[in-house]
């Protein structure tokens, strides 16, 4: 899959990726957890006007209907426009690397 698109928001990388969905994408129809954070509890929350999604290698992906938003309290709003055929959103950690410890790790908000 080659990433068209990147999008951050805290710790949480959502990449559109051309590609065709994943069979058995779930519906959902109005809103999806992302990400949660481990100390604070706040979410990272898509809304949208259709949600289809699943896991694929342990990442959610995703695709939209309409515009889509996502929210978190400690961020600002991301909008994200809706998927055309052959696209999928991605979801990824972010992840920073210790030069001292020579070891990667996801970044937690």
Do not use: N
């Not at 481990?38 to 694929?56: D, F, N, Q, R, W």
């Not at 978190?72 to 959103?89: A, C, D, F, N, R």
């Not at 979801?91 to 970044?107: G, I, P, Q, S, T």
Request: no cysteine.
């Amino acid at each position: 899959m080659k990433v068209k698109r990147l999008y951050q928001q805290g710790d949480v990388l959502v990449e559109l990726v051309s590609g065709s969905p994943p069979q058995g994408l779930e519906r959902k129809t109005h809103s999806l957890v992302l990400a949660e954070g481990e100390t604070t509890g706040h979410k990272h929350l898509l809304v949208a006007e259709e949600i289809s999604y699943g896991e694929v290698d342990g990442e959610i992906v995703f695709t939209i209907q309409g515009e889509a938003v996502i929210t978190h309290e400690e961020h600002h709003s991301i909008t994200l426009p809706p998927t055309k055929e052959g696209e999928v959103y991605r979801v990824r950690r972010v992840r920073e690397y210790d030069h001292f410890a020579e070891e990667a790790k996801e970044v937690r908000d």
